[in-house]
């Protein structure tokens, strides 16, 4: 398991200039990670791309943090009833767009990249694939980030979480939780 610790000092330098603090995952599948809480502990906001798993995790992360999520292919109709599929809003003055499959720079699923183009998106949060991911799309000026997966269902070998800033229009000091999936 690797990740850095935020002192408190710096957090307090987050706060006091406006900065928000946004801690990403994906893919839980009904697994909250013991060392979730660690990691996440000094953001002012998680992000969710889908494929929660059950309202009990969805819980414990609103009651842990404030919480925006979308519904992935494998949520409930609980879920579904209380989550959207695509979620658009502003964060600072970046405008982001999170949903839970997406594909990613020149491989977009259909109809994601219209989305990007008509929306004006500068963040692109997506899931599903289990595998993490941050690139710059250069011909759409998009920043795309997808976590991996937090859970344990899956192929993949690695549970991951990301953390950043977004201070005003910048993306900044993105961090990555990564702890070895028993198998």
């Known amino acids: 398991m690797n990740f850095v610790s935020i002192t408190p000092k710096f957090y307090y330098f987050c706060k006091?200039?406006?900065l928000k603090?946004?801690?990403?995952?994906?893919?839980?599948?009904s697994y909250y990670h013991p060392k979730l809480e660690i990691f996440f502990k000094d953001v002012d906001e998680i992000w969710h791309a889908g494929d929660i798993g059950d309202e009990q995790t969805f819980e414990q992360l609103k009651k842990f943090k404030p919480t925006r999520a979308v519904y992935g292919n494998i949520d409930g109709s609980a879920l579904r009833q209380q989550l959207k599929a695509n979620e658009l809003f502003f964060c600072e003055d970046v405008k982001v767009m999170i949903t839970h499959i997406g594909g990613y720079p020149s491989h977009y699923q259909t109809g994601i990249k219209k989305m990007l183009i008509d929306e004006k998106i500068?963040?692109?949060v997506c899931g599903h694939s289990h595998i993490l991911k941050v690139m710059h799309d250069k011909q759409l000026?998009?920043?795309h980030m997808n976590p991996g997966a937090a859970g344990i269902q899956g192929f993949h070998q690695f549970i991951t979480l990301i953390r950043f800033k977004i201070n005003?229009?910048?993306?900044?000091?993105?961090e990555i939780f990564e702890a070895t999936r028993k198998l």
């Open 168 to 174: 005003g229009k910048n993306i900044e000091d993105l």
């Open 21 to 29: 603090f946004i801690g990403l995952l994906s893919d839980t599948h």
């Open 141 to 143: 000026n998009v920043l």
């Open 122 to 124: 500068n963040l692109f």
């Open 16 to 18: 006091k200039n406006k």
